[in-house]
């Protein structure tokens, strides 16, 4: 998997976790625990693409 195509696979997942962070905050039954743990996936992701796009 190349550099380019790795990355773009990162954005895809980070964007999905966008999505299931809003319906999450949007569920009542889901407590904020698991939106946080949610957050804190969405921000690793963040942070590894950040990192890879900077090498």
Same mark, same amino acid.
């Given at each position: 998997?190349?550099?380019?195509?790795?990355?773009? #696979? !990162?954005?895809? =997942?980070?964007?999905? !976790?966008?999505e299931?962070? #809003?319906?999450?905050?949007?569920?009542?039954?889901? %407590? %904020? !625990?698991?939106?946080? @743990? /949610? =957050? =804190?996936? =969405?921000?690793?992701?963040? #942070? @590894?693409? #950040?990192? /890879?796009?900077?090498?």
């Amino acid at each position: 998997m190349s550099l380019s195509s790795h990355i773009a #696979e !990162l954005r895809r =997942k980070h964007e999905h !976790l966008s999505e299931q962070v #809003e319906m999450a905050q949007r569920s009542p039954g889901i %407590d %904020d !625990l698991q939106i946080s @743990e /949610l =957050k =804190k996936q =969405k921000l690793r992701l963040k #942070e @590894e693409i #950040e990192r /890879l796009s900077h090498t």
